[in-house]
């Protein structure tokens, strides 16, 4: 799950934006700020891995805000004008959004922070509690995982295990560049992804289905994870 903050002054920016983050399963919009200061207040207190950063702030503006920051999470600036790319480049933004904002436009953006998002810190295994013990799962060898309730369940390469637990908390464990939210119910793992449709996907040789709400955000991020490199 990537946190995301957005910092727009423009309500109206602000709410397209909002709404985009909502529409990605494996993003969260933790916090929406009107200028720098407050910004800066938030990514104190919360864990940011992705900032959308108005250029055109009042007070401290938005590039003056991002130079102040000793170590900035990720950050795609959005701005009406075009003369400022080259700087903001040049500070090592991952890409440069121009208003209005196209919802194409904006996941490929939110593609970029997928490529770029280390893996160096997440688990080669989860561990669950399962039929009364601990079992440790590679996680490698996940396939999806189905929401059943209160319940999980995690269908491996060669088996599958049940275990108390919500879908979006074991969402967080995940690392987003490898598994999506393509339902309410189901995360799949891309790399054991067969084929796929606008309707379902086969994982592994399983059916799994595809949220009609969910659906033009998986379509966009499985053609950009197949696409050749």
Do not use: W
């Not at 590039?63 to 795609?76: R, T």
């Not at 004008?81 to 090592?92: I, V």
């Not at 275990?163 to 309410?184: G, M, Q, S, W, Y």
């Not at 595809?210 to 991020?221: F, K, L, M, P």
Request: with cysteine.
């Amino acid at each position: 799950m990537i946190h995301c903050l957005i910092v727009e002054d423009e309500p109206l920016a602000a709410e397209v934006l909002s709404d985009y983050i909502r529409q990605l399963p494996h993003l969260k919009l933790v916090k929406v700020c009107p200028d720098a200061i407050y910004a800066l207040e938030v990514l104190q207190q919360e864990t940011i891995h992705l900032l959308f950063l108005d250029i055109h702030l009042p007070g401290l503006k938005g590039l003056d805000f991002l130079k102040s920051l000793a170590n900035p999470p990720q950050v795609i600036l959005t701005t009406a004008f075009h003369q400022y790319a080259l700087q903001g480049y040049e500070l090592n933004v991952v890409d440069y959004l121009l208003k209005p904002i196209e919802f194409q436009r904006f996941l490929s953006a939110v593609n970029k922070v997928q490529t770029n998002a280390t893996t160096t810190s997440r688990p080669a295994t989860i561990t669950v509690q399962s039929d009364k013990k601990k079992v440790v799962i590679p996680v490698d060898e996940i396939l999806f995982i189905e929401s059943q309730k209160e319940y999980i369940k995690i269908q491996t390469t060669t088996t599958h295990h049940i275990t108390k637990c919500a879908l979006t908390k074991i969402e967080e464990e995940l690392d987003p560049a490898i598994f999506l939210r393509v339902h309410r119910s189901f995360i799949i793992a891309m790399p054991k992804v067969r084929s796929y449709s606008s309707h379902e996907i086969d994982v592994g040789g399983k059916p799994v289905p595809i949220g009609g709400n969910y659906r033009d955000a998986v379509n966009q991020s499985l053609v950009n994870y197949f696409q050749p490199k």
